[in-house]
């Protein structure tokens, strides 16, 4: 008679708890690196701490706080996403290459409409506030 044989179980994984740790410390590290390498990212990390000062000044409702959060979370990891599209095009061709200079460019280009849309809902919900 024929046996059935079940594959192996291969586990490579530690253990749930310990993974998710150490996943998140991969994560910081990469936040921490955007700020500390790109100009962009502290900048855009300057603009939504004087987001938040002015909502607490004005005393922004919970709508408009959730739609600041939003889009604020949105700028800030578009620009760790294209600091690590950057990275990579680097490390791959580290003379400049017509394809990676255009995958920085439209990473660029991604941050940069959030960054307006970020500008228009800032100026959408305190303008009125500030010439109230």
């Known amino acids: 008679?024929?046996?059935?044989?079940?594959?192996?179980?291969?586990?490579?994984?530690?253990?749930?708890?310990?993974?998710?740790?150490?996943?998140?410390?991969?994560?910081?590290?990469?936040?921490?690196?955007?700020?500390?390498?790109?100009?962009?990212?502290?900048?855009?990390?300057?603009?939504?701490?004087?987001?938040?000062?002015?909502?607490?000044?004005?005393?922004?409702?919970?709508?408009?706080?959730?739609?600041?959060?939003?889009?604020?979370?949105?700028?800030i990891s578009a620009e760790a996403t294209n600091t690590a599209i950057e990275e990579a095009c680097n490390m791959l061709h580290p003379d400049q290459h017509p394809r990676a200079r255009m995958s920085k460019h439209c990473a660029a280009g991604a941050v940069l409409i959030l960054s307006i849309a970020a500008i228009a809902i800032g100026l959408i919900i305190f303008l009125p506030k500030i010439f109230a």
Do not use: C
């Open 1 to 75: 008679m024929d046996q059935i044989v079940k594959p192996p179980i291969i586990r490579n994984h530690e253990p749930f708890l310990r993974h998710q740790v150490k996943s998140f410390g991969y994560a910081f590290d990469g936040i921490i690196y955007s700020f500390d390498k790109g100009t962009h990212f502290k900048m855009q990390t300057i603009a939504l701490l004087l987001v938040v000062i002015l909502g607490f000044v004005y005393k922004i409702n919970s709508t408009e706080w959730l739609v600041l959060i939003l889009i604020s979370s949105a700028v």
